[in-house]
């Protein structure tokens, strides 16, 4: 079975441009999260979605990060224009539900760099 | 903020097993503790989780203070592929929102040939 998929792997911007990241989840997966996860540190949720709709992005910085999951099932994070502190990994993940024993699966990540 | 505190950083010599600890004193009746790690440019892999009784999978061994305010993880035979930094987390009961991983900054695990 294919896990969590994101593109592109890795990505390198000049401050002010615009970026995408795509991630299609496990397949039958109705939620999927979004992380961001800074150097030496843990991933942090941006966004949650349970299919299509976003029910938790309290923590999406609002006036330059935009998320989207058409159909309910891939996803696409947008940041425009970028800053320099954006410069982080930015990771994926999907579980079939949110009920008690669901796991989330996370994929390899997309790692961006703003110069 | 992360509700566990665990060491920075273990070596553990391959073969060995790894005890990883984590501490959550203020965890609460209807919180499990979960583990997962995460390998070099890898996202965060499950492991284990508990409420209260030690667990064992295929994996590892998850082992609960009676009073639940510490927990080991155990690596049985630790090998090269197990260097990764592993996180323990407190996640309530019930499904909805609380179905939110808050991850710390973890144990770096350096399994040494």
């Known amino acids: 079975e294919a896990g969590v998929v994101q593109s592109p792997r890795y990505k390198i911007i000049e401050k002010k441009q615009p970026v995408a990241f795509w991630c299609n989840p496990i397949?039958?997966?109705?939620?999927l999260y979004w992380y961001l996860q800074n150097l030496g540190q843990g991933p942090e949720l941006l966004i949650r979605?349970?299919?299509?709709?976003?029910?938790?992005d309290s923590q999406l910085p609002k006036d330059r990060f935009s998320a989207e999951r058409l159909k309910g099932v891939d996803s696409t994070l947008k940041i425009q224009p970028a800053e320099l502190g954006d410069s982080a990994v930015y990771l994926c993940?999907?579980?079939?539900?949110?009920?008690?024993?669901?796991?989330?699966?996370f994929g390899p990540g997309t790692r961006l760099t703003v110069l | 903020d992360a509700k566990t505190t665990q060491p920075p950083s273990m070596d553990c010599a391959e073969g060995r097993a790894a005890n990883l600890p984590c501490n959550h004193s203020?965890?609460?009746?209807?919180?499990?503790v979960y583990w997962y790690r995460q390998i070099h440019s890898q996202g965060p892999q499950y492991i284990i989780h508990?409420?209260?009784n030690n667990e064992t999978n295929e994996m590892a061994s998850l082992i609960i203070t009676e009073d639940r305010k510490s927990s080991t993880l155990i690596l049985p035979h630790a090998t090269l592929r197990d260097t990764a930094v592993y996180y323990c987390?407190?996640?309530?009961?019930?499904?909805?929102?609380?179905?939110?991983?808050?991850f710390g900054t973890g144990t770096l695990l350096a399994v040494q040939p």
């Open positions: 508990g409420l209260k």
């Open positions: 993940a999907s579980s079939l539900g949110v009920a008690e024993t669901d796991t989330q699966y």
């Open positions: 979605y349970e299919n299509e709709e976003a029910v938790d």
């Open positions: 203020t965890i609460s009746g209807n919180e499990y």
């Open positions: 987390i407190v996640r309530p009961r019930g499904g909805g929102a609380t179905n939110k991983l808050i």
């Open positions: 397949s039958g997966h109705n939620t």
